[in-house]
């Protein structure tokens, strides 16, 4: 928390939800009210309820947490899963409730005219109990339903958030929204708390759902502008994933690291970059593999940690194949430079996955890191979202100054690009493809380093074969031109002279 | 015992807690003769008690007994809704 009250300029109370901090360029307006408007599902009362409890695990701040809907039980209960005790917090008086959810058995009839003054009164009360200095009130829809007359409830939650702001506190009111894109509340709500408003989304996307959070706006604060997408976990609720807040800073390393072939070392130059990120693309069963397997044998022989995220074979598989290619991945792991990691893409949304590798690299710390197939995490995801999931892993494996070498499976048989490669090539530094070559009735394979940022490289498309010590790769295809595009042809002896004699004077 | 008991939450001295007392007392000497207990709750002085009856507008007058229990909100100044709101509204017409 900052204070600069001199110039009356707008401080920000840090909320310590993972992210946001980030994207509100320091967190929410101090002392003032912010209105959190989402649709059915779309996570704002576990918003509203980490708001307070990253305050009290910090131990920066207690709060008051107002519900005019779900019962106290309820939350009490609900909010157990992401390991937020709150009744433990409500007996350190850290933690207290307003309940003002309906009775379901009491009706009551309006004689005359009324104000919320008990429930200011029952607020100011909670706040000076527990010393809050956050304030949680969810969610606005429920206390229209329970009076009748829209416009006394508005002017009194205007009178509230008055009263809050005399006291101190930074408040999150949630509101229930009807549609995804159009008016920002139900029942008018922004007129009275007009000055901060965030929106939670929850969009159905090719079958697909998808949560993001927008800073729609900040009156008189700067902050990030457009949607971020985030996800709910079970250890820690609401996580932003941040992409404006990735900065090109990474450092670049002229340290070289071995491929795990040192064929493909010489063609590189003398390896890969330590901090550089490899893509391998390729049909499938040409050899990706293979390369990755390579890739983290090579790291173990150096001496270096390795993991491995497997999205397309159980453990069982990838073992006994990296057996066939003799490298035994179990004598690795049990000697603790190796982790491998494997699940099935459809089991989280993609920025599940982007959390959990990300806190995988944190705890194993590895030199390197490989991904099998992006191709396969396509599948469960947006193109937008993979788009960002590439950015979120590609930036973040570079701040760890980490080698990340990623598979990519094309579609055709032969020759072609994957949609991932759309995504993804600017962003590599290096990108090998693997090639069917049809020549005589003959499946054979071919390899080219197209493109190594920073460093000269072999720029033949050269044959290898695949046997059980691993890959081999061996001579250029002098005689087969049209590789690359999916449609080798053979060329004459005739022609082959020409064209090497085509520069000559 | 007797055979009404009301709580009246209110807010503070204001003409609209002021009202609600006269008007509610104008009913119990109307309508309930000797047979009601009265209290009065200031919400600023026992917010406790606003709590436990989770009261949220003022006023706010609540029929404890007879059972069920009643809630009637607002100054108390449409008789009408206040005698069916205690059922009373037999005694409307006599």
Known sequence: MQRDITNNEIIKLETLIPGFDHISNGGLPLNRTTLVAGSAGSAKTVFAAQFLAAGIITNTASGVFVTFEESVDDIRRNMKGFGWEIEKWEKENKWAFVDASPEPHESSIVAGEYDLGALLARIENAITKVKAT????????????????SAIIRRELFRISVALKKMG????LTAERTQEYGEIARYGVEEFVADNVVILRNILEDEKRRRTIEILK???????????????????GVIIIPLSAIELKQKSSNLRISSGSTELDKMCGGGFFRDSVILVSGATGTGKTLMATEFMAGAAAGNERCLLFAFEESREQLFRNATGWGIDFEKLENEGTLKVVCEYPEVAGLE?????????????????????????????????????FIIGVTSFIKQKEIAGLFTSTTSTLMGGSSITEGHISTITDSIILLRYVETFGEMRRGLTVLKMRGSMHDKDIREFTI??????????????TGIISGNPQKIQKGDFDRLDNLFDE | MKKYLLKLYVTGK?????????????????YLNEEYELQVIDVIENPQYAEEDKILATPTLIRV???????????????????IGLDLEKMLHS
Do not use: W
């Open chain 2, 14 to 30: 204001t003409p609209r807690s002021e009202k609600a007392i006269i008007n509610l007392k104008r009913i119990c000497r109307d």
């Open chain 1, 169 to 172: 506190v930074t408040a999150v």
């Open chain 2, 65 to 83: 007994l007879p059972p069920p229990i009643r809630r009637i909100i607002g100054d108390l100044s449409e008789k009408d809704k206040v005698l």
């Open chain 1, 467 to 480: 046997d059980n010590n691993g890959m081999h790769i061996g001579k250029p295809f002098r005689d087969v």
């Open chain 1, 134 to 149: 956050r304030l949680s009130l969810d969610s606005l829809g429920a206390i229209f339903t329970q009076f009748s007359d």
């Open chain 1, 218 to 236: 900040y009156r008189g604060t700067s902050h990030q502008k457009g949607e971020f997408p985030f996800t709910v976990t079970p250890e820690k």
């Open chain 1, 352 to 388: 599940d996955h982007l959390i959990e590798i990300k806190q995988v690299i944190e705890e194993f710390r590895p030199t390197r890191v490989a991904i099998d197939s992006l191709s396969a995490l396509e599948r469960v995801s947006t193109i937008k979202g993979f788009r960002e």
